[in-house]
């Protein structure tokens, strides 16, 4: 279904590709090819905004998330963006592969697909509604499809163009990096409901239905699996503290004797509420913390429920050493309201906090009086970021490293490309974000190799590098959600493949990847960017990991190799 | 006589395993709203989910609704599908005091029929088969 807001018309068209695109990822760079403007900038009205399934999504567990792709506004250039919630499987269910949003609407708009439906519904007071708020006058817009549908906002924060303001998908889960809800403002988009239906009837034959059995055990079962359903991301605090590769206090630290207050064990021992899931996922991940506030003195109080894993607890806990779990559940609550990313939040607040201790910046900047393990500070600053308060905070929402440019303090801004996830795991994952095509911890399990490899073999780091960015490329491009990638291996996949009609793809997987993979990068080389430029940070080679201080000469070798593979590889 | 219970909805996730299930293994078919089971967040989902199915009435206005005959009433409660034998009119879904009928958009009904191949597939153990009384 491609949109345009506009003319306030849509229409649907088909495109030749499936055997060679795919789904997901492979199927946001045909559309940015066929609709996307290479020499105009991100916020150009006809600029499109795409979200992708994949041929399998629906069909099989964890095949529950949607690609997202678009021009960003944090770096001008293609990229793309991952989301559950309900998006996946009412995109599934409404009938649709993808999505397709051209143009800019006059005003404000919440639009309506689905279920018969293509409605513009004029949301002019919806200005300025935080996430929550928006969620819940869109719901009850809707009468139909009820626990069926999507429904994907903006905040305040998109409204005013923040490079990393996020899409909400469903409340707990996001378009979060890159800035897509910046894309959705400047196209006057404050929602998109998307109303699944029961799509076209599939026949499920016995082979299928075995399959989907067998696979549905081994998600519920497997061990990998057990920690997501269990303690959940969070589980990894305690173990990268360990290691020394949490991130704490603005990245002075790589480890802290604080970690129990905050750990994954505490958060469930103490806040955790109740847990949900993705449509099409019994994995169910999501963990939703729960802290009560008094607003009077009279014993009044409302409740929070905020949904916390690793990178959130990472971004606004230890990166700027809040220690209370109450106060980052807070935190990350106000950072959902506004609708930021929260892991790009902590780290722009964590350098804000260093700016202002060492001088380079002052309370007319900051506006409060950040420090270090501050909750409260921190509440009000994420709303002075997401707003745009003053010069400081309009500047710093464009990205940390545009303010530190401006006022100083390059050295200990933790970019790589983006603002960096929370793992200071050693040389492969700098090189590897500082490169990659999402700038993100998800392109290749760089941070993973990290722990598992204490020699610095350089080959056998970028060959890594290069395969496994393949290997998640088919996996995102089918779209299976990464945390079952142990689950479906090429075998597993293939049979997939096979039992729902797709045989010309399960026997050409291996060159599928590889090939995905390249038109997804010519895209964004198409857009401008040139492997290699990101340079890091002086604060990433201070720190010190459990292999021991970060070894120079062999990270920017990694990181100037990976970047000639790439662009050897994947350039036109 | 067993009839589907959903006694544990506190902890439902809302991942619709409960729904395919029942498409795929009753239906033939594959979707979470073309089943005997389907899920809603009661209010948002931080409201937490219901399930929307036959709850095996003796009475059956859906059967007393039906011209054809395609809906026998089943000894236990609720009714028997004979696919065969349904035309399509829809008039069985407004029927059901509530609600629980889905018609698809060729407006054959999906109905539970207390068979418990969903009660498996949930990973929280929301839902039982238990003896009519």
């Not at chain 1, 029961?198 to 055990?217: C, K, M, N, T």
């Not at chain 2, 506190?10 to 078919?29: F, L, Q």
Request: hydrophobic letters at 35%; glycine letters at 10%; charged letters at 25%.
């Amino acid at each position: 279904m491609v949109v345009d807001l506009g003319l306030r018309k849509g229409h649907i068209q088909e495109f030749e590709g499936r055997d060679t695109h795919v789904g997901g990822t492979g199927l946001a760079s045909l559309l940015y090819d066929k609709f996307g403007l290479f020499h105009e900038p991100w916020d150009h009205p006809d600029q499109p905004f795409i979200l992708a399934t994949g041929p399998l999504t629906g069909l099989f567990p964890l095949m529950s998330k949607t690609v997202s792709a678009f021009r960003s506004p944090y770096h001008d250039q293609y990229t793309e963006s991952h989301a559950g919630g309900r998006s996946a499987l009412a995109i599934r269910y409404s009938g649709l592969d993808a999505i397709v949003i051209t143009g800019r609407a006059e005003r404000l708009t919440c639009v309506v697909i689905g279920q018969g439906r293509l409605e513009f519904k004029d949301a002019d007071y919806l200005r300025d509604f935080d996430v929550l708020k928006t969620g819940k006058i869109v719901r009850s817009m809707l009468s139909s499809s009820r626990g069926h549908r999507s429904i994907l906002r903006i905040g305040p924060a998109g409204e005013r163009l923040s490079s990393f303001a996020c899409v909400n998908a469903d409340t707990y889960r996001h378009f979060g990096r890159m800035g897509a809800g910046a894309v959705w403002g400047a196209k006057n988009l404050k929602a998109l409901a998307i109303l699944g239906g029961d799509g076209p009837l599939i026949h499920a034959s016995r082979e299928f239905r075995d399959l989907y059995r067998s696979i549905h055990d081994m998600v519920t079962t497997k061990e990998m699996l057990k920690k997501y359903h269990d303690l959940g991301t969070p589980a990894n605090l305690k173990k990268l503290n360990e290691l020394k590769s949490l991130p704490w206090r603005n990245l002075q630290q790589t480890s802290s004797p604080e970690i129990d207050s905050i750990s994954g064990e505490r958060f469930a021992e103490s806040y955790l509420l109740r847990n949900m899931a993705c449509a099409g996922c019994p994995v169910g991940c999501v963990h939703i913390g729960y802290v009560r506030e008094k607003f009077k003195q009279d014993h009044r109080y409302f409740f929070r429920q905020v949904a916390y894993d690793y990178e959130p607890i990472f971004a606004v806990g230890t990166m700027l050493e809040v220690t209370d779990p109450a106060d980052t559940l807070r935190i990350m609550d106000e950072v959902e309201k506004v609708g930021l990313d929260v892991m790009s939040t902590g780290v722009a607040l964590a350098w804000a906090t260093e700016a202002l201790e060492k001088g380079i910046i002052t309370l007319e900047e900051t506006m409060e009086p950040l420090s270090f393990g501050d909750g409260s500070a921190y509440i009000k600053a994420v709303w002075h970021l997401g707003l745009g308060a003053n010069r400081f905070y309009s500047l710093l929402a464009k990205g940390t490293m545009a303010a530190a440019k401006e006022y100083g303090g390059e050295d200990f801004a933790c970019v790589l490309g983006q603002e960096m996830a929370g793992y200071a795991t050693g040389e492969v994952f700098f090189a590897s974000q500082s490169n990659s095509f999402r700038h993100s911890h998800l392109d290749a399990g760089a941070y993973s190799y990290d722990q598992k490899h204490a020699e610095r073999d350089l080959q056998a780091a970028l060959d890594f590098l290069i395969q496994d960015e393949c290997k998640r490329t088919l996996l995102n491009s089918m779209v299976v959600c990464l945390f079952a990638r142990a689950v479906y291996t090429d075998e597993v996949l293939a049979d997939c493949l096979d039992a729902a009609g797709f045989q010309e793809i399960s026997r050409s997987m291996d060159s599928l990847g590889k090939d995905i993979t390249g038109y997804r990068w010519q895209t964004r080389f198409r857009t401008g960017y040139e492997p290699g430029t990101v340079k890091i940070p002086r604060r990433f080679l201070e720190i010190e990991t459990w292999k021991g201080k970060i070894d120079e000469p062999f990270l920017e070798r990694l990181r100037s190799a990976y970047a000639n593979r790439l662009k050897e590889l994947y350039s036109e | 006589m067993k009839k589907l219970v959903a006694s544990r909805m506190e902890r439902c996730i809302g991942c619709h395993a409960c729904s395919m299930a029942c498409s795929m293994h009753v239906y033939r078919s594959l979707s979470w709203l073309s089943a005997g089971i389907r899920i809603r967040s009661t209010g948002g989902l931080s409201t937490g989910f219901e399930a929307s199915h036959c709850m095996a009435c003796m009475e059956a206005p859906c059967s007393s609704a039906c011209p054809t005959g395609a809906l026998e009433k089943r000894k236990g409660g609720g009714v028997r599908v004979k696919r065969d034998l349904c035309i399509g009119c829809g008039d069985c879904a407004p029927a059901c005091p509530i609600n629980a009928i889905y018609l698809d958009h060729d407006s054959r009904p999906y109905i539970c029929i207390h068979c418990g191949r969903c009660v498996d597939y949930c990973p929280h153990d929301c839902l039982e088969l238990v003896e009519v009384k």
